[in-house]
Structures are given as structure tokens and as C-alpha cells.
């Protein structure tokens, strides 16, 4: 009997943090043949390979220069790799008041790295039959508001494609003031929808939308304002609320390796918990369920992605 080909995995954001210790636990597991690390930064992204290499023992690891805020960029990026992907992990993130600038596509940075960057490599990959099995994508709890860190709950009047789209290029906040941790949690709710309207329409494949909860030990705290990092970094730590960055990213890797999880489910931490073991989001808010809302979400989406 022949030994069936290995796996291909696609990491974005996967110099540092959780993306990068995703591919370290993903490139233990005997399974994994090859490894794409997506990350914005070259000379960065060579050091990340070498010390993976180093901790895992394998040289298995491919550089793809991409920037996810970046249209044009996830294009180049996706001609730039061979052949298809078993399994893409859409980790790269951002937060912070640098994220509610426009980006070239018109659209926040904060989403547009979120979710936009993602939504034109994960359809490039269908659209040319290259995607194998599973797609997951980096979630947050903050999509359903986060009360102990004074992260306000998205709400809309109707959460149709037109309000939505407000979210996408800005103009929610428009005469206002601008909440980009709102923001934030808005472009997470928003990218869960999308991945439910996916695996509605993709029944042959697995679309998860995974929370890596809050995780000490990555850089996605050092642009937020000073009380929030210092809560993020110390206090919740301290007061065992958040867990170690093996955790969060082992949480990412169960939504590529655990059949059980299910397609166009966004997995999280329990009400009002920021750790422990992963429920599905609809429970808590079952907007996240709602077809009609997924299907307005990837309305809007697609206005900025021609």
C-alpha cells in the first residue's frame, strides 16, 4: 500500500504569536507535509522560518509575501503558490486606532486584515479548485462584545448589506466618535457571518470561524490604548482569565485537525469567558446563525473586492 501524500497548510500572519506557533504544533503532527507561512515582512518571516525549522526539526516551511491589508498583494501572493492547500488558516489580525485608516481598496485596515485580505485568497482558492478541506478563520470574542474589557457588543438596526458596508469603509462612524475597538469586533462578526454564508454554499468543505480567546504572549495588544494592554498583558493573566499562546493557537489547529467541529460554526469561549473549551457562538448570539445577516454580510463584503 502506497502512503497517501502528505498535507499543505496556508498560514497568514504567521511570523509571530499565534500564527506562528500554529505552524509549529501543525508541523509536529506527522500528517503535515508542507507549510506556507503568509506574512507581509520578508526579513521577518526568514527568521520565523528558521527558528521553526530549529523547534520542529523539519524543513517543510515556504515563505509567501502577502499583505492582507492589501489586495493586490493577496493576489500576488496566491499565483506565488504551488498547487492547492489542504488547509488555510486566516490568523492575521489587527487592532488599534492606526486600523481605522483607509487602505488603497477603500476599505479600514482593521477590516480589511481581518476579513477582506482573507475573503480574496480564500474565494481565489475555490474559484481555481485549490482549496482542499478546510478553511478557518481567526475569530474573537469581542464579535459578541466583550463587557469585562468595555468592548461594546455590535448592534445594527437591521444588519442589512447597506449598514454593513458602513462598517467596511468607515463611514459607521461617521460624525461620531470612533470606537476602534467596536471596529474590531464588528470586522470579527462580520467575517463569521461570511464564513457561514460559505459553508452554506460549499457543503463538501469545512468553514470554521475559531476565537483564539485571550492569549498571553503575542503582539496584538501593543497598539491598543494603555489600560486595555496593560489588562490584557497583567491583570487578566493574573487573575487566570486568559491562557498561554500554545493554547490559543492549539485552539486555531483543532479547527483544522478536529472533524467534530462543525462547518459554519464560529467557536468560542463560553458566555462571558475569554478561555476553557470551545461552544458554539449561536448560543450566546444567535445572530451569528441567522442566514439572511450571513448573506447580507457577504453582500457587502463583495462591493469592495472587485
Given amino acids: 500500500m502506497s502512503t497517501p501524500p502528505g498535507k499543505t497548510v496556508m498560514i497568514t500572519g504567521a511570523n509571530a504569536g499565534i500564527g506562528k506557533d500554529v505552524a509549529r504544533q501543525l508541523a509536529l503532527r506527522p500528517e503535515t507535509a508542507r507549510i506556507y507561512l503568509a506574512c507581509r515582512n520578508l526579513d521577518r518571516a526568514t527568521t520565523a522560518k528558521a527558528e521553526l ?14 499583505d492582507v491589508a492589501d489586495l493586490g498583494s493577496v493576489r500576488g501572493g496566491l499565483a506565488a503558490v504551488d498547487g492547492s492547500v489542504d488547509a488555510l488558516v486566516m490568523n492575521a ?3 488599534g486606532p492606526q486600523s481605522m485608516e483607509l487602505t488603497a481598496d477603500g476599505v479600514t485596515r482593521v477590516f480589511a486584515t481581518n476579513v477582506l485580505g482573507h475573503v480574496v485568497l480564500l474565494e481565489g482558492l475555490l474559484a481555481e479548485g485549490r482549496l482542499g478541506q478546510v478553511a478557518v478563520l481567526a475569530g474573537s ?22 449598514e454593513l458596508a458602513t462598517v467596511i469603509d468607515g463611514r459607521f462612524f461617521a460624525g461620531g466618535k470612533t470606537d476602534f475597538n467596536l471596529a474590531f469586533g464588528q470586522a470579527k462578526y462580520i467575517g463569521a457571518l461570511w464564513m457561514g454564508y460559505l459553508a452554506r454554499q ?9 476565537s483564539p480567546g485571550a492569549t498571553t ?9 494603555l489600560p486595555l494592554r496593560m489588562a490584557s498583558k497583567y491583570v487578566l493573566p493574573a487573575l487566570g482569565i486568559s491562557h498561554k499562546l500554545e493554547a490559543g493557537a492549539k485552539r486555531l489547529v483543532d479547527g483544522v485537525t478536529d472533524p467534530t467541529l462543525s462547518s459554519g460554526v464560529f467557536y468560542a469561549s463560553a458566555a462571558n469567558k475569554l478561555k476553557g473549551p470551545l461552544v458554539d457562538q449561536a448560543d450566546v448570539f444567535p445572530d451569528l446563525a441567522n442566514p439572511s445577516f450571513q448573506d447580507h454580510a457577504n453582500e457587502a463584503i463583495h462591493r469592495f473586492t472587485l
Avoid at 469581542?142 to 438596526?157: D, I, N, Y
Avoid at 460549499?202 to 475559531?210: D, G, L
Fill in 202 to 210: 460549499h457543503p463538501e468543505r469545512r468553514f470554521i470561524t475559531v
Fill in 217 to 225: 504572549g503575542t503582539q496584538a495588544s501593543n497598539d491598543i490604548a
Fill in 53 to 66: 525549522e530549529a523547534a520542529t526539526g523539519r524543513r517543510i516551511f515556504d515563505i509567501v509575501v502577502m
Fill in 141 to 162: 470574542e469581542a464579535a459578541r462584545g466583550l463587557p469585562m474589557l468595555r468592548m461594546k457588543r455590535p448592534s445594527f438596526v437591521s444588519t442589512s448589506a447597506d
Fill in 93 to 95: 489580525g489587527v487592532i
